[in-house]
């Protein structure tokens, strides 16, 4: 049975929050006036999007190998 190390936590916590950014920026565009700015808040979405599917993958590649 595979168990959960302290490493696939971080990264599952990453992605967790990486997530919640990504939701959030999604909202905050369709509002059509995002508190940071279009521009930043499309930066935002662009960076954590990728971040979520790469701490998740490393979260479970990590979990798989105890």
Not at 44 to 53: F, G, K, Q, R
Request: include cysteine; proline fraction near 5%; charge should be neutral.
């Amino acid at each position: 049975m595979n168990a959960m190390t302290p490493k696939s936590g971080l990264f599952l916590g990453g992605c967790c929050i990486s997530a919640i950014a990504s939701v959030g920026s999604i909202f905050e565009l369709a509002s059509g006036t995002p508190d940071l700015g279009s521009l930043n808040t499309s930066i935002i979405l662009a960076l954590s999007v990728p971040l979520t599917v790469f701490c998740f993958f490393a979260a479970v590649r990590d979990a798989n190998k105890q």
